[in-house]
C-alpha cells in the first residue's frame, strides 16, 4: 500500500510538474518533451487505477506518434529558441486568445469537478453491467463494438475527414514533376531499352531521336 | 523484513533476465558480423577467444576505455540522456516476453500493447542524439529515423490486430497458447513477411538503415557519440533487434511451443525452442544485411504507406470475414 502511493504521488507530481514545465520552459524542443514526460506520468496514473488499456493506448498513440509529429514540426521550424519574443514585441497578440482558451478549460473543469458528486448517480443510472471477471480492455470492446457501435462510427468518420480536410490543405498541384514509374521500369526489357548498332567512320550516331 | 526479501527477490529476478540479454547480445552482433563475413566470402571476427567469440567483448572494453567527447555546442543533458533512453527501452520490452509457460517476469493483461507502446518510444533515443548533438548529419539522421520508424510502426501495429483478431486476448502467453495446433505463420503468412520487412525498418536495419546512411550522413545520429555513449546506443540496437525476432516468434512461429508436439521434441525445454526461433529470426536478419542493397528514401516511404499499409489492412478484412464467416471468432472473456 505504501509502495502504491509512493508511486502515486510520484506520477502525479511528475506530471504536474512536467505540465508546467511545458509552459515555463524557453526552448520548445525541451517543451515538447516534458509534454512527453507528461504523456508517460498520466498513462502510468491510468495503469496504476486499472485502466491499462487506456494507459497502453495513450503511450502508443500520444507518445509514439502524435509527440513525435510535434517533435517534427518544432525541429524543422526551428523555433527551438523562442527567447520570448511573443512578451516583449508589439504583436502581443497571442497572449489575449490563449487567456480566453485558458479560462474556457479552466471553467469546464469547474464543471467536471463542481460536479463530482453526479458521479454516483451516473454510475448508477448506466445500463452497462459490469463485469469484474474479466479484463478492461474485453469490456472496452464489448461495450464499444455494441452499445457505442453508431459513436465509434461517428468519431472515426470525423477523424477521417479531418485527415481529409488536412490533406486538400496542404496539396498543392505541382507541374513537371518528375516521377518514376515502377511499372515502367519493372517492364523494361532489353529490346526496347539497348540497340546494338554499327558505327560508321567520321558519320557517328544519332542517339537523340 | 519481508518487503526486504520481497525487493531483493524481484532484483534478482530482473538481473536473472538482464544480464543473459545483454551476454546474448554481445554474442548476437559476434554473429552478425561473422555471418556478414562468410556472406561475402571473409572469415569474420575469429582472432579474440574461440570462434572470435570474445569479440564483441574485447570491442566492449575499448569503448569503455575510450574518452566521450561533447561536442561544445551540444545541449548536454539531452546528449547524455538519449543513449540512456535507447538501453533502457530497450531492454525494459524484455519484461513482459514469455521464454515458457511460467518462465515470464511480468505477465500481464496488455502484454502486446506494451511491447508495442515500448518499441514505439524507441524513437525518441534516436530523435534526441540526432536533435542535442547540434550537427547537420545527426540532425538529418534523426529526422528520417523519425519519419521510418512512425511509418512502419503503423504497419506492425495493423499487423498485430491480424494475430489478435485470431487469438481474442492481448495477453503474450494467450497468443502463445492459440498457436498449439497452428502457428500463425501459415495462415498468415503475408503477414510475417510483412511483419518481417517493417521488423527491419523499425531496428533500422539494412537494406533500410537510412538513418545511419555512412555513404551519405557519415554515421547518422550516432556521428557526434563517442566511447561508451556509442556503445550504448549499439547494445539498444541489437537488443531491439532481439526483440522484434522475439516478437515474431510469438506473434507467429508459436513462442516456445515445439513444432510438432511429438516425442523427440517436446523433451527440448521450452525456453530453447523460443531461443532457437529468436536466432533462426536473427540469421535471416543477418543474412538480408549481407545481401540486400539499401533502399532510397522515397522508395522506403512508398512501400511502407503504399503497400504495406493497405495490404494488411486488407488482410485485416480478410482474416475477421473469414473467421466470422466460419464462426471460428475467439469468445469474449474467456
Redesign the interface.
Known sequence: MIAHAFFFYFFSIMAIFSALMVIASRNTVNSVFFLILDFISVGCLFIMVGAEFIGMILLIVYVGAVAVLFLFVVMMLNVAQQKQSWFIGKKATHIPSGLLVGLLIFLELLVVVGGWQYKDNLMSSSTLIINEQISNTHQLGNVLYTEYFLYFQLSGIILLLAMIGAIILTFRKRDNVKTQSYLKQISRDRSSSVILEEVKFNKGVKVDD | MNTMIFIFEEIYKILFLLIPILVSVAMIVWLDRRVWGLVQKRKGPNVVGPFGLLQTLADALKYIFKEIVIPASANKV?FILAPIITMTLALIAWAVIPMSADFVLAD???GI??L??VS??G??GI??GG?ASNSKYP?LGA?RS??QM?SY?VSI?IIIINVLLCVGS?NLKDIVMAQKDLWFVIPLFPMFVVFFISALAETNRPPFDLPEAESELVAGYQTEYSGMMYAMFWLGEYANILLMCAMGSILFLGGWLPPIDIFPMNIIPAPMWMILKILMLFFLFAVIKAVVPRYRYDQLMRLGWKIFLPFSLIYVILTASFLYYFDKLPK??V
Do not use: D, Q
Request: aromatic content about 20%; charged content about 5%.
Open positions: 539531452l500481464i493483461n496488455v500493447l506494451y508495442f507502446a514505439s518510444l524513437v525518441y530523435l534526441l536533435w540532425f529526422i523519425a519519419a512512425v510502426e501495429g492481448l469474449a472473456g
